[in-house]
């Protein structure tokens, strides 16, 4: 079947302006993961949906990142007034429940430049 | 909370040579272990996981890691590599009980497999 699936596979985008990324999780899949991988960072967690329930936005750094997701499927990253440290590949993940026990399947990624 | 190290950012190896990419996590709760392997422009995928039962698990590309608790170590190994095993591999570790669902990464181990 389907694996999860992100939009744009590349981005390049000047300082200070706003982007949207793209999250299409396998079908039936209820939870919903975004990381961020970067040169510095390795690979860190951003945020966290299940479901219609509230989302676990602890990994976000700061306020000009956003998320959601609609019906429980699709999902949207936003990052607002893009800065240069926001460049990274981004990328998304789902698994089948959020019981720890179930493998999260990852998208390809979406690279994010920032100039 | 977790942590994971993976001790070795960079693993030049000859083919046909054996291999072992070390990871050492750390964490105040019981944890399912992961390893993903990334290729070069490709998403993660995972390559094995520990949950419970048996220490050793194995994949079906000739990886194998051990769980050790009392070392808490995920070490991943391969008896003879081939040049197809050229990737970045990645540890991971997330807490087994309700409610855990987010991943922690090690920062990654780079695989180059030399003719």
């Known amino acids: 079947g389907a694996g999860v699936s992100q939009s744009p596979s590349n981005k390049v985008t000047e300082k200070g302006k706003d982007v949207e990324l793209r999250c299409d999780p396998i079908s039936g899949h209820t939870a919903l993961y975004w990381y961020r991988q970067s040169l510095g960072q390795g690979l860190e967690f951003l945020i966290y949906?299940?479901?219609?329930?509230?989302?676990?936005k602890s990994g976000l750094p700061s306020d000009r990142f956003s998320a959601e997701r609609t019906g429980g499927s699709v999902s949207t990253l936003t990052i607002q007034r893009t800065q240069q440290e926001d460049s990274a590949v981004y990328l998304c993940?789902?698994?089948?429940?959020?019981?720890?026990?179930?493998?999260?399947?990852f998208g390809p990624g979406t690279r994010l430049t920032v100039t | 909370a977790q942590s994971v190290t993976q001790l070795d950012s960079q693993v030049p190896v000859f083919e046909e040579a054996p291999v072992e990419l070390r990871c050492n996590y750390s964490s105040s709760v019981s944890v399912y272990l992961f390893w993903y392997v990334q290729y070069p422009n490709q998403g993660l995928q995972l390559l094995l996981k520990?949950?419970?039962?048996?220490?050793l698990v194995e994949s079906i590309n000739g990886f194998e890691a051990e769980f050790n608790k009392s070392q808490t170590s995920f070490h991943l190994r391969k008896p003879s590599v081939h040049i197809s095993d050229t990737a970045e591999y990645f540890c991971a570790v997330k807490g087994s009980g309700a409610g855990s669902y987010q991943l922690t990464f090690g920062k990654g181990t780079k695989l180059s497999v030399i003719p």
């Open positions: 949906f299940q479901g219609n329930s509230a989302p676990d």
């Open positions: 993940a789902s698994s089948f429940r959020q019981d720890p026990a179930y493998e999260q399947y």
């Open positions: 520990y949950l419970s039962g048996s220490t």
